[in-house]
C-alpha cells in the first residue's frame, strides 16, 4: 500500500501559524509607532522569527501594512453587513453597537491603527479600501432612510448616526488609558464595557424613537 504523504497539509498550518504571529506583531508595531516609524526588523523580532522568513510572506512594509488595515475594515464591517431593509431596526441598532464594544473590547490595537491612520490623512488606505468603506457606508445609509420613510425611525440624519455609533463605540478602544485614568483602573473589567454598551443602546434607540 502506498503511503499518503501529508507535507502539503504541515506546510499550510506552518503558513498559517506563521502569518497569524507576524501580523499579531505588525499590529502592536504599527500601533506604537506608525506606519512611518514601524519597521520590518521590529515586526520580526516580535513575531521571535527571522526578517526574511517575514518577508518570504510579505514582500515589504507596506504589504504587511495593507494586510493589518483590511484586517481592520472587515472585522467592522462585517458586524453591520447582515443589516437588510425588512429587519426591525431597534434590534439590528442594538446587535450592531453591541458588537461594536465588544470589537473595542477584544481588538483595541486594531482600532487604534486605524484612527492614527486617518489623524494623518489616510495616506496609506488604498483606492480600493476607500472605494470599499464608502460603498458599505452607503448601503447602509440607503438601509437607514428606509427605515425612516416607512416610519420605522425618526427622521435623523443617516450618515451621522453612523459616525457618532463609530465615535461612541471606538472611544472605549482609542481612548482606553483616559478611560482608565478618569475611572481609577489599571485595566477595564468586561463591566465597564457592558455598561458602555446599555448607555449607548439606550441614547441612540431613545433619539431614534426605537424606545420609549
Known sequence: MAVVKRMPQKTGRIRTERVRLILKAAE?????????????QRIADLANLPKPNVL??????????DKVLNN??????????????????AQSLERYIRS?????????????????????GGEQLSPTM????????????????????????????PLHLI??????????ADYEKQICFVMKKK???????????????????????LKA
Open 187 to 209: 485595566k477595564l473589567p468586561a463591566s465597564v464595557y457592558e455598561k458602555a454598551a446599555d448607555t449607548i443602546c439606550d441614547v441612540v434607540l431613545r433619539g431614534c424613537g
Open 130 to 157: 476607500k472605494a470599499s468603506t464608502q460603498q458599505w457606508v452607503q448601503n447602509k445609509v440607503d438601509i437607514f432612510q428606509h427605515w425612516i420613510d416607512e416610519g420605522k425611525m425618526t427622521q435623523t440624519d
Open 72 to 89: 481592520i475594515l472587515n472585522l467592522w464591517d462585517d458586524k453591520l453587513n447582515e443589516f437588510l431593509p425588512e429587519d426591525d431596526p
Open 100 to 120: 461594536k464594544v465588544e470589537v473595542s473590547r477584544k481588538y483595541p490595537i486594531a482600532s487604534r491603527i486605524f484612527a492614527s491612520e486617518i489623524i494623518h
Open 56 to 65: 518570504y510572506y510579505f514582500s515589504n512594509k507596506q504589504e504587511i501594512y
Open 163 to 172: 459616525f457618532m455609533i463609530w465615535g461612541s463605540t471606538q472611544h472605549y
Open 28 to 40: 502592536q508595531e504599527f500601533a506604537q509607532h506608525g506606519y512611518r516609524g514601524a519597521t520590518v
